[in-house]
């Protein structure tokens, strides 16, 4: 059993930065791959990040690329989005997940464990 706890949301202006975290609990958590995903008002929740349970590899989704990162310290059983340059369009809630597949995992079904959300609120 893992369980998530983000922090780090809030309303910040186009251009400037927020760096989120996700707080696991449980013994397993270096095995996992983690993941941020995030769900816009009135939308479907999307993907933006993934990092498999190393911390060597990465992916982004498009719309994210240079300008979000994701890493982990699995001694701080801790993940976190390094978020810059955000954009109105970055506004949503902001969801961690982990995943039992250690490599990186784009689809939500492939997550077993979901944090509760943190809303990031982006103004022009």
């Known amino acids: 059993q893992v369980q998530l706890v983000e922090s780090g949301g809030g309303l910040v202006q186009a251009g400037g930065s927020l760096r989120l975290s996700c707080a696991a609990s449980g013994r397993t958590f270096s095995s996992y791959s983690m993941g941020w995903f995030r769900q816009p008002p009135g939308q479907e929740r999307e993907f933006v990040a993934a990092i498999d349970w190393t911390g060597s590899s990465t992916r982004y989704t498009d719309a994210v690329k240079g300008r979000f990162t994701i890493s982990r310290d699995n001694a701080k059983n801790t993940e976190y989005l390094q978020m810059n340059s955000l954009k109105p369009e970055d506004t949503a809630v902001y969801y961690c997940?982990?995943?039992?597949?250690?490599?990186?995992?784009?689809?939500?079904?492939?997550?077993?464990?979901w944090g509760q959300g943190t809303q990031v609120t982006v103004s022009s």
């Open positions: 997940a982990a995943s039992p597949f250690g490599q990186v995992q784009y689809d939500t079904r492939r997550y077993s464990y």
